[in-house]
């Protein structure tokens, strides 16, 4: 069965860092896209960043440019995005996804696997 499961989540300060990981089983992740979606109360699911297959090309929400980084290791079947200088704002539900091409794509319709998504609280 192909799962992806989120971690590393958790409540934070301002000004904090957290580690997200995204690992998947009962697949290989080295032919995929990646990506990292958060969901605040109240509001729409929104892309975050994603990863190509690779490794080699990524890209962030502006909002997040500068702060986060996204990578993954392939060996590992693992995704991870990198979260510093947190704010309040960071504040929601992170989830990856897997998208079946190579190539990232804006857009949570591009992708095909979902996790159940890991809370992120920043908080002082």
């Known amino acids: 069965q192909l799962q992806l499961v989120e971690s590393g989540g958790g409540l934070v300060q301002p000004g904090g860092s957290l580690r997200l990981s995204c690992a998947a089983s009962?697949?290989?992740?080295?032919?995929?896209?990646i990506g990292w979606f958060r969901q605040a109360p109240g509001k729409e699911r929104g892309g975050v960043s994603c990863?190509?297959?690779?490794?080699?090309?990524?890209n962030y929400a502006d909002s997040v440019k500068g702060r986060f980084t996204i990578s993954r290791d392939n060996a590992k079947n693992t995704v991870y995005l990198q979260m510093n200088s947190l704010k309040p704002e960071d504040t929601a539900i992170y989830s990856c996804?897997?998208?079946?091409?190579?190539?990232?794509?804006?857009?949570?319709?591009?992708?095909?696997?979902w996790g159940q998504g890991t809370q992120v609280t920043v908080s002082s």
């Open positions: 990863i190509n297959s690779s490794g080699g090309s990524t």
């Open positions: 009962g697949f290989t992740l080295d032919a995929y896209a």
């Open positions: 996804a897997a998208r079946s091409f190579s190539a990232c794509r804006r857009g949570a319709d591009y992708y095909d696997y």
